[in-house]
């Protein structure tokens, strides 16, 4: 029986897809901070380059990938599609459980995809520099390897109790050539008010970006980029579902349940939304986002505008958050730190085309140890919040005896966030008080 499904580098996708030009009702447009009107292309000039300003509001059903970045994808793209042997025969379950494996990309994760598009379109731009945030790292080392391949400095905001935990996704940023500090830092003022407030602060996403956005709007060769949440950033993602549509048909199966994890929305976007179209279209199909229950913006959040970070620098974005000023608890060892869902992924939760699950940590690091002693790879964190929920379908499906079809998408290694697995070992990992 073959585990694994792989298509030729000709049938990377050539174009990523854009489900707003599906969606039955478009999304509410982000705000303007300052006025409290519809944001206009002008207002995002200063931080964004024309070309992503378009993607974010384009109703294009499919937007050509440049040649370029489709060149550099076939470092590592098309990823391959496992089927789970091992993971069902544990579980002694009917189920068909298969994964798209993204931790094959340099970076170990699905964030170069994005990260190559973006500092595509800045050098365009005549963009010479970009800034970031990253809470667990990967979008930072991502963006860092992205603007090595194009020429461009990169400067990193990295969450200070994860700059402090991982310290070698901090390496490999540096690696790469890029700049990295903990944030809060004394490099902006929003990080220096944060220090004020409180030196011995461990930092949000909202507060690196507050920070990033301040740096790249105080330079006219700089500009911000972002790894998950906005429109064009899960556009980019869709090369993941697009080659997981074709791997399945490869595999003569169809998912009953696409399963990802969510903190911004870029993985989960990824893989679901080109699924997503199709059940627009009449298909059942199951998708599951799932989160931290210390960090559960579906779950316990509130669907309404909020500022995508601390400072109130960004436009406000309708979308299931927890409040900008939310800080994760520091037990949290895994990334899906973000206070915020992508408008895009709230909008269709909203509207029960997706659900959400959210699971304690120790549960989530418990479903994947027993993924690495099956399928022998060490998931991110992150990941195995799907690997989590993948395994209770499985269950579920054995007690019911149904023969379901089970796609996730692990969506990085974890070959960088060995501290957190060493508290695991260890018993110091301790659950959410976020009930």
């Not at 049938?11 to 039955?24: G, Q, V």
């Amino acid at each position: 029986m073959p585990r694994k499904f792989m298509l030729d580098e000709q049938e990377i996708p050539t174009h990523y897809y854009n489900i707003l030009a599906d969606l039955k009702t478009p999304l509410d447009p982000p705000m303007h901070p300052a006025t409290n009107q519809p944001i206009s292309p002008q207002d995002l000039a200063a931080i964004f380059p024309m070309e992503l300003i378009k993607q974010e509001v384009s109703n294009e059903r499919y937007i050509e990938i440049p040649e370029e970045v489709r060149g550099i994808y076939a470092l590592y793209r098309p990823t391959p599609l496992y089927r789970a042997l091992n993971l069902e025969k544990a579980l002694d379950t009917p189920a068909q459980i298969y994964y798209k494996y993204e931790g094959v990309s340099p970076a170990g994760s699905h964030k170069l995809n994005t990260a190559l598009a973006q500092a595509y379109y800045n050098k365009q731009a005549g963009i010479k520099r970009l800034t970031t945030e990253t809470g667990a790292g990967q979008w930072g080392s991502a963006l860092a390897l992205a603007c090595k391949m194009f020429g461009l400095q990169c400067k990193v905001y990295m969450v200070k109790i994860s700059y402090e935990q991982k310290p070698y996704r901090k390496s490999m940023i540096q690696t790469w050539g890029a700049e990295v500090v903990p944030s809060p830092s004394k490099d902006t003022k929003a990080g220096r008010d944060a220090l004020a407030r409180d030196p011995n602060s461990n930092g949000s996403l909202g507060l690196a970006i507050s920070e990033a956005v301040e740096d790249a709007a105080s330079r006219e060769d700089t500009n911000y980029s972002l790894g998950s949440v906005l429109n064009h950033v899960l556009l980019h993602q869709t090369v993941i579902g697009l080659e997981a549509k074709k791997q399945m048909e490869k595999a003569g199966a169809y998912p009953d349940i696409v399963i990802g994890c969510v903190g911004g929305g870029s993985n989960f976007g990824g893989i679901v939304l080109p699924f997503i179209q199709d059940k627009l279209n009449g298909k059942k199909l199951r998708a599951i986002a799932v989160e931290p229950k210390s960090c559960p913006s579906i779950t316990k959040g509130e669907y309404r505008y909020d500022y995508g970070d601390v400072a109130k620098l960004t436009p406000l974005l309708k979308m299931y958050t927890l409040g900008n000023e939310f800080m994760p608890p520091a037990i949290h060892a895994g990334g899906l730190r973000y206070h915020g869902m992508a408008p895009i992924i709230s909008k269709l939760c909203k509207e029960q085309y997706i659900e959400a699950q959210a699971y304690d940590q120790v549960e989530v690091f418990d479903a994947g140890v027993l993924f690495a002693r099956t399928e022998g790879i060490i998931p991110a964190p992150e990941s195995s919040h799907a690997i989590k929920s993948a395994i209770e379908e499985a269950r579920k499906a054995k007690e019911e005896g149904t023969k379901k079809v089970i796609l996730f998408n692990l969506s990085g290694h974890g070959h960088f966030d060995m501290s957190a697995y060493d508290a695991y070992f260890a018993g110091k990992l301790g659950n959410s008080n976020n009930k």
